[in-house]
């Protein structure tokens, strides 16, 4: 049921959005139906997901399934993706050059690699450890920040790391 649903729903985008033809412009990237289509899915397949993981000792066929829903949806991911990251790179190096581009495609690419990692958890992670991360991080438990190689604490009420 996943894997179809993932398969259905990258379908759905790439026609709607008429990928990989058209890259999508990078500043509406997050915004588009390539996030939001699949965060709709991820709630339920994050319970499907969770009661595959919980059947892994019963049977080798729950870790092949899982194996099976993991490369689809990034499979799926990339196909969705590989275009318009491709050609927003292409367009950096175009207007700023190497130097330049270097610069602003880190950044591009650090919040990309959030914004995805941020989804596959949504489908993958386990949603009992992130409602008990969440809560604590609320009721004011510390978090740990890395930035530019230093480890700092900041407490729940501290403004976030700057958006990229």
Same mark, same amino acid.
């Given at each position: 049921? *996943?894997?179809? !649903?993932?398969?259905?729903? $990258? +379908?759905?985008?790439?026609?709607? %959005?008429?990928?990989? /033809?058209?890259?999508?412009?990078?500043?509406?990237?997050?915004?588009?139906? *390539?996030?939001? !289509?699949?965060?709709?899915? $991820? +709630?339920?397949?994050?319970?499907? %997901?969770?009661?595959? /993981?919980?059947?892994?000792?019963?049977?080798?066929?729950?870790?092949?399934?899982?194996?099976?829903?993991?490369?689809?949806?990034?499979?799926?991911?990339?196909?969705? %993706?590989?275009?318009?990251?491709r050609a927003h790179m292409d367009k950096l190096k175009d207007q700023h050059g190497?130097?330049?581009?270097?610069?602003?495609?880190?950044?591009?690419?650090?919040?990309?690699?959030?914004?995805?990692?941020a989804l596959y958890l949504d489908f993958f992670g386990?949603?009992?450890?992130?409602?008990?991360?969440?809560?604590?991080?609320?009721?004011?438990?510390?978090?740990?920040?890395?930035?530019?190689?230093?480890?700092?604490?900041?407490?729940?009420?501290?403004?976030?790391?700057?958006?990229?």
């Open positions: 049921a *996943v894997v179809d !649903r993932i398969k259905q729903t $990258s +379908s759905d985008v790439q026609a709607v %959005l008429k990928l990989p /033809r058209v890259p999508i412009a990078a500043d509406k990237l997050e915004a588009s139906l *390539v996030y939001t !289509r699949f965060h709709g899915i $991820s +709630s339920r397949s994050n319970m499907l %997901l969770t009661i595959v /993981r919980k059947r892994l000792h019963r049977s080798e066929s729950y870790g092949e399934l899982l194996t099976l829903c993991r490369n689809t949806y990034c499979g799926a991911r990339e196909t969705l %993706l590989r275009n318009t990251v190497l130097v330049g581009m270097t610069r602003l495609a880190s950044v591009f690419l650090i919040r990309l690699c959030t914004v995805e990692t386990d949603s009992q450890k992130r409602q008990k991360s969440t809560s604590e991080n609320q009721d004011g438990g510390e978090a740990v920040v890395m930035m530019r190689g230093d480890t700092k604490k900041k407490t729940a009420n501290a403004p976030a790391a700057a958006t990229l």
